[in-house]
């Protein structure tokens, strides 16, 4: 549970996910989270605040700082993006960064109502603002997203995105669910519009909140039902079917697309196997 309004004690150790733009700091001599004691934390005290307690990890306690577009100059930080600090921790710590920055994302981009324009209040006992003068009341926003595996026969469907095409990778489809939609009428539509084949068979398999702003990402197994590879052109740059002993390059297995080719891939070493 989120927690504000936080007193911390100065020889405490904690996690400290401290937010600058849309860069994340880190010490350079510790990858990785930054665990730290606040008296050590001399660059974010005019902060203090602003402490949003976030989760528990490993037995300490995880806070949040957002600093804006506040400069710092030390010789002892960097900073980096979020998804280089994603690839660098454990699964467990995946959700919580994630949460960090969704609740940063949601305390910057609800500064004023959008009812009446007045200036929002932070709620101290929920994650929420509140307007004093409509009574209208903003919770953190999560949009769903479907991802996909599809599998036919001894093949896996991976495309190509425009952001990927730099480093050639591939990974599985996915996309945002539209208004009115069920989650499984919004694998259809999405196959259907990047890459042109239907699909049948969908299988729950996990999900993941990803952070990239605020998706919630479910995930689909399926099997190929029909068609033609078509490609939208613009947000799918190439898609093909690849042999599993002959993978592109894929997202790590941090990430639920990661996971999925993984899965897919033993379903078909099983099914080769019996």
């Given at each position: 549970m989120v927690e504000q309004n936080i007193r911390i004690q100065a020889d405490q150790l904690a996690i400290w996910l401290i937010i600058i733009g849309d860069k994340v700091v880190q010490l350079i001599h510790q990858p990785g989270y930054l665990k730290s004691a606040w008296q050590d934390l001399s660059f974010v005290h005019a902060y203090q605040e602003q402490i949003v307690k976030i989760g528990d990890y490993e037995d300490h306690a995880c806070f949040l700082i957002d600093m804006g577009n506040e400069q710092i100059d030390s010789d002892a930080i960097e900073l980096i993006s979020l998804r280089s600090i994603l690839m660098q921790v454990e699964k467990p710590f995946f959700g919580i960064a994630a949460r960090a920055w969704q609740v940063a994302l949601f305390m910057r981009t609800h500064r004023f109502c959008g009812q009446c324009g007045t200036t929002m209040q932070q709620i101290d006992w929920e994650m929420a603002m509140h307007c004093s003068r409509c009574n209208h009341r903003c919770y953190p926003r999560i949009s769903p997203c479907i991802i996909v595996a599809i599998r036919h026969k001894n093949k896996l469907?991976?495309?190509?995105?425009?952001?990927?095409?730099?480093?050639?990778?591939?990974?599985?489809?996915?996309?945002?669910?539209?208004?009115?939609?069920?989650?499984?009428?919004?694998?259809?539509?999405?196959?259907?519009?990047?890459?042109?084949?239907?699909?049948?068979?969908?299988?729950?398999?996990?999900?993941?909140?990803?952070?990239?702003?605020?998706?919630?990402?479910?995930?689909?197994?399926?099997?190929?039902?029909?068609?033609?590879?078509?490609?939208?052109?613009?947000?799918?740059?190439?898609?093909?079917?690849?042999?599993?002993?002959?993978?592109?390059?894929?997202?790590?297995?941090?990430?639920?697309?990661?996971?999925?080719?993984?899965?897919?891939?033993?379903?078909?070493?099983q099914d080769q196997s019996s």
């Open positions: 469907l991976l495309a190509q995105g425009k952001p990927h095409q730099s480093r050639q990778m591939y990974s599985t489809l996915a996309g945002f669910v539209e208004s009115g939609e069920t989650l499984e009428e919004a694998v259809h539509r999405e196959v259907m519009e990047e890459v042109g084949v239907k699909v049948t068979n969908l299988r729950y398999f996990d999900s993941q909140p990803w952070p990239f702003p605020h998706s919630l990402m479910v995930g689909f197994l399926a099997d190929f039902a029909g068609g033609d590879i078509v490609v939208d052109g613009h947000e799918i740059i190439d898609a093909q079917w690849f042999d599993i002993d002959a993978l592109p390059l894929t997202p790590p297995t941090l990430s639920i697309a990661g996971q999925l080719i993984q899965r897919t891939i033993e379903e078909i070493k």
